[in-house]
């Protein structure tokens, strides 16, 4: 007899909320003025970033979660590099990730121990890449775990395409792009016709509640981050 369910590995891209202040007057007034960009982001797993603070005590968790939830933003999963906010984390049903900004384990350096500067460069990174022939349907999602990815056909409205690495569209793209998804602040995403839902960059995303310029709307262009900021820039002006 067929089991009722399976218990299978999965990999679900999740948006980081970075949390920069504790006042939560300031955070309902952000909400509340971004409310018709962030309702596009309701079914998406979200990710709570409280690496800007040091103590689980500083932080009124309860009162925070019920205004993200108020929002139709349910946190899943917190995330910060010390330990001892596992203990928060369980408490509020949360799951913990215990990676730093980068997507690194955080390590720390033995008392005692002095830190010596290898005079060797670190080696490059070699990825693989991942290439899809066929459009990509609604609904689906195609990630390509450290590596880049391409895409040849159309990424459909309520598609989504991640990569660690970068993300090229050689036909239009309609759906969501995510890349950098491990971190990599450095990848970026190329389109050949831009029309995306949303875009994101190592966990910083911008959605698209009106059409873009006339130079960049259903033209071929380069997304990239730019002091931690989205660009977004048509090919033939670098070309």
């Given at each position: 007899?067929k089991?009722?369910?399976?218990?299978?590995?999965?990999?679900l891209?999740?948006?980081a909320?970075?949390?920069?202040?504790?006042d939560?007057?300031?955070?309902r007034?952000t909400l509340?003025?971004r409310a018709?960009q962030?309702?596009?982001l309701?079914?998406?797993?979200l990710?709570?970033?409280?690496?800007a603070?040091?103590s689980?005590?500083n932080?009124d968790?309860?009162?925070l979660?019920?205004l993200?939830?108020e929002?139709?933003l349910?946190?899943?999963t917190?995330r910060?590099?010390?330990?001892?906010?596992q203990?928060a984390?369980?408490?509020?049903h949360l799951a913990?990730c215990?990676?730093n900004?980068?997507?690194?384990?955080?390590?720390?350096?033995?008392?005692?121990t002095?830190?010596?500067?290898?005079?060797?460069?670190?080696?490059?990174?070699?990825?693989?890449?991942?290439v899809v022939?066929?459009p990509?349907?609604?609904?689906?999602q195609?990630?390509?775990?450290?590596a880049?990815?391409i895409?040849?056909?159309?990424?459909n409205?309520?598609a989504?395409v991640?990569?660690d690495?970068?993300?090229?569209?050689?036909?239009?793209?309609?759906?969501?792009a995510?890349?950098?998804?491990?971190?990599?602040?450095t990848?970026?995403?190329?389109?050949?016709s831009?029309q995306a839902?949303?875009?994101?960059?190592a966990?910083?995303?911008?959605?698209f509640?009106q059409?873009l310029?006339p130079h960049?709307?259903?033209?071929?262009?380069?997304?990239y981050?730019q002091?931690?900021?989205?660009?977004?820039?048509a090919?033939?002006?670098?070309?």
């Amino acid at each position: 007899m067929k089991p009722a369910f399976d218990i299978k590995s999965a990999r679900l891209n999740a948006l980081a909320i970075q949390l920069n202040t504790t006042d939560l007057a300031a955070i309902r007034q952000t909400l509340t003025e971004r409310a018709a960009q962030y309702c596009e982001l309701s079914d998406m797993p979200l990710l709570l970033d409280v690496q800007a603070f040091d103590s689980p005590d500083n932080l009124d968790l309860d009162s925070l979660l019920g205004l993200f939830a108020e929002h139709s933003l349910p946190i899943g999963t917190l995330r910060h590099h010390d330990e001892q906010w596992q203990a928060a984390a369980r408490a509020h049903h949360l799951a913990f990730c215990s990676d730093n900004a980068n997507g690194e384990e955080h390590k720390r350096l033995p008392e005692n121990t002095q830190h010596e500067t290898p005079n060797t460069p670190p080696a490059p990174v070699v990825r693989q890449t991942l290439v899809v022939e066929k459009p990509i349907r609604t609904g689906q999602q195609v990630y390509a775990e450290n590596a880049d990815l391409i895409v040849l056909g159309l990424v459909n409205e309520g598609a989504e395409v991640i990569a660690d690495g970068h993300i090229h569209v050689y036909a239009p793209l309609r759906g969501r792009a995510l890349a950098g998804a491990g971190g990599d602040q450095t990848s970026r995403i190329f389109a050949q016709s831009m029309q995306a839902e949303l875009v994101s960059i190592a966990g910083i995303y911008r959605t698209f509640d009106q059409q873009l310029p006339p130079h960049l709307h259903r033209q071929a262009v380069q997304v990239y981050l730019q002091k931690e900021r989205l660009a977004i820039a048509a090919l033939s002006e670098i070309i």
